[in-house]
């Protein structure tokens, strides 16, 4: 096993100590033998995406390029947390025939049911939907998790895809209309 060096980088903006109640120092771990060395072309260590694919966020959400995405609810972080964005991505608050992929940030069951009731009516049905709900250690107060978005979302047609961590508060779940009932 390496030993593994840790060097500080910068303090946790003031947001996040909001939402956890915790203070965090942001540091970079290298095994030790490598520490002196410096990361390797385009792989900036400080930017990681939360999880362990290290994955940017917009590529594990499938935000490509000219992306039409509906955002309701996201922190005021998650455009910093989607750099590097495709070309021509934009954002919207709404639904249309336009919409790509949609991103709902909740914390409440109630709010849950309501949105993919009225999305699956509206959207068209290969648009995926991803539901992020605050993780447990983020001691976040919440209603959610992923068995009561399932609970939620598959009598409406929808099935899960995809889990993946969004940020050190937020998981994220990718939901599909089933393949038998895409059809329009």
């Not at 003031?14 to 490598?34: D, I, M, W």
């Not at 107060?141 to 899960?160: F, N, Q």
């Not at 993946?164 to 329009?184: F, H, I, M, N, Q």
Request: charged letters at 20%; a positive charge.
């Amino acid at each position: 096993m390496l030993a593994h060096v840790v060097e500080p980088i910068a303090s946790a903006d003031s947001n996040q100590q909001a939402v956890t109640g915790r203070q965090f120092l942001l540091v970079r771990c290298l095994p030790a033998r490598h520490s002196r060395r410096a990361p390797a072309p385009g792989h900036d260590v400080t930017a990681a995406a939360p999880g362990y694919s290290g994955t940017p966020l917009a590529r594990k959400l499938g935000i490509a390029p000219a992306a039409e995405v509906m955002v309701i609810g996201a922190p005021h972080e998650y455009p910093q947390w989607l750099a590097p964005l495709p070309a021509s991505v934009s954002f919207s608050g709404r639904a249309s025939e336009k919409t790509t992929i949609v991103h709902l940030f909740l914390t409440e069951r109630s709010e849950l049911a309501r949105h993919l009731e009225r999305l699956r009516g509206s959207l068209n049905p290969d648009v995926p939907i991803w539901v992020s709900w605050p993780k447990k250690a983020s001691k976040v107060a919440t209603t959610i998790t992923e068995d009561v978005i399932r609970e939620v979302a598959l009598p409406l047609g929808y099935v899960d895809v995809k889990v993946c961590a969004v940020s050190d508060v937020w998981s994220g779940l990718k939901l599909v209309v089933r393949k038998e009932l895409r059809k329009r």
